[in-house]
């Protein structure tokens, strides 16, 4: 096995799903898929079982990730110990507060990863080279290169009795108390029912959404990334397809740092990128190359 292997591998097993792996790492679904079937051969063991929305980690994929992760971060440290100190240019990136973690951590580390940049953070609505943003917040003045886009999705306290229903209409929640999020997709759920949201508090990070959700507070509507993965909220459907659309917004009158220039580069050549036709939706099936018919590719999508 070597890095970028294990790199890949790290990405599927945050991302659980390969094409979004792919996406991350810069590179071809299939490149993801050979990684992670070179992997299984080797180690002798499936990683990841495909289902409808993904992929999912097996045990041994979790024993793994330990290994693998710790790996990856010592050989970065060793390609960072003897590199010469040389002159840094700041690059100031804005980030809209509703971002979910594990999105955000993949976008940022290409940046951070390099040595002639000092990275900075700044709030969406401060001066920056550039912006992480939903669509909807884009300046007259500005280009967009779409990352991702999400649906917004219930989040609610596990023991919730409107756990029980698969989908949940605008007026399930007219009556129960809410983390308002001040969203204006949040409202084009509720529509005409807005009047009657019983606001239980008002949440200023997603994070802390999430928490007030945990303990009981209320349900939120919040983006899928952000409530996905919580083993401490529930989450269910919503009858209004309201979606969100994230990517990177920057001024198209002034010049983007050389950084900046490659990254944007890399974003758009991902988007060009045509995704291969992967097996029919909802197939259980191990990614495993004992296991797979020959010559047919791991779907993560």
């Not at 299984?40 to 045990?59: C, N, Q, S, W, Y």
């Not at 990863?113 to 990275?119: F, K, Q, T, V």
């Not at 912006?131 to 917004?152: C, G, N, P, Q």
């Not at 309201?242 to 988007?271: I, M, N, T, W």
Request: charged share 30%.
């Amino acid at each position: 096995m070597d890095i970028r292997e294990l790199r890949y591998f790290a990405a599927v097993y945050r991302e659980r799903n390969l094409t979004a792996a792919a996406r991350a790492c810069f590179v071809s679904q299939p490149s993801i898929s050979t990684a992670i079937t070179h992997l299984e051969a080797e180690l002798g063991t499936a990683l990841f079982i495909r289902h409808k929305k993904g992929v999912a980690p097996t045990a041994s994929a979790e024993q793994f990730h330990t290994i693998a992760r710790r790996i990856i971060d010592e050989a970065d440290a060793a390609r960072s110990l003897f590199k010469k100190p040389n002159t840094k240019t700041t690059v100031t990136l804005g980030l809209m507060r509703t971002l979910d973690v594990p999105r955000t951590i993949a976008l940022l580390k290409p940046l951070t990863a390099r040595s002639d940049i000092a990275l900075r953070l700044v709030g969406s609505d401060e001066r920056a080279d550039a912006r992480i943003i939903a669509k909807t917040m884009l300046r007259d003045d500005e280009h967009f290169v779409a990352l991702w886009s999400e649906r917004y999705v219930a989040a609610l306290p596990p023991s919730h009795p409107l756990t029980l229903k698969e989908k949940l209409r605008a007026a399930d929640l007219a009556d129960v108390p809410l983390i308002d999020r001040c969203h204006c997709e949040q409202s084009a759920f509720f529509g005409r029912n807005a009047q009657r949201r019983q606001t239980a508090a008002i949440a200023q990070s997603e994070d802390w959404a999430m928490a007030l959700v945990a303990a009981g507070v209320g349900i939120a509507i919040v983006p899928e990334g952000v409530a996905k993965g919580n083993p401490d909220v529930a989450i269910r459907e919503i009858e209004v397809k309201v979606k969100r659309e994230v990517g990177l917004a920057y001024r198209a009158s002034a010049p983007l740092a050389d950084a900046l220039k490659d990254f944007v580069g890399k974003l758009q050549k991902q988007r060009r990128m045509p995704e291969p036709t992967g097996q029919r939706p909802g197939a259980r099936k191990r990614l495993s190359p004992s296991r797979r018919p020959r010559g047919r590719k791991a779907a993560g999508s």
